[in-house]
């Protein structure tokens, strides 16, 4: 187990990112960025996401990546899944082969993608607010799904 100090760089971090074994993905207030760093860099990410919003992001990032086996139900589910994959170095890295396969098949790295989804959307909302009548504008609450 190795806590890291805050380092100078963007790079500086994802460097030290590829060389962990392990991501462990605490409740209560998640990783956020912190995760998705880790998953970019190829480093298994065992999560444990609550009610609270705040809990939840590694766990879309690993559902969007295809790897749901590594969302713990429970702290003992956590605790197991962790376990089991530092005693199997093979889980580990057939998970971070996975992972390197997913960043560039999966749709949670494909920005192109993402931009592409959000200029539709964005211009399928300026041309429904133009059926308003006059300068009243349309007021909708939208959900966009990348």
């Not at 994802?14 to 970019?40: I, P, Q």
């Not at 964005?122 to 041309?127: F, N, V």
Request: hydrophobic share 45%; glycine share 6%.
């Amino acid at each position: 187990l190795e806590f890291l100090l805050k380092v100078d760089s963007k790079a500086a971090h994802l460097e030290r990112m590829y060389e962990a074994d392990l991501f462990l993905d605490t409740g209560g207030y998640s990783a956020h960025s912190t995760a998705l760093d880790s998953l970019w860099a190829g480093t298994p990410v065992v999560s444990l996401p609550g009610q609270a919003f705040a809990s939840r992001p590694p766990a879309s990032f690993l559902s969007a990546l295809q790897v749901t086996d590594y969302i713990s139900r429970n702290e003992a589910d956590f605790e197991e899944l962790a376990i089991r994959l530092v005693r199997n170095p093979a889980a580990l890295d057939a998970l971070r082969d996975k992972l390197w396969r997913s960043r560039k098949e999966g749709n949670l790295f494909q920005d192109d993608d993402h931009v592409g989804h959000m200029c539709r959307a964005l211009k399928l909302l300026w041309e429904l607010n133009g059926a308003g009548d006059g300068d009243e504008m349309l007021k909708m609450h939208v959900i966009v799904t990348l």
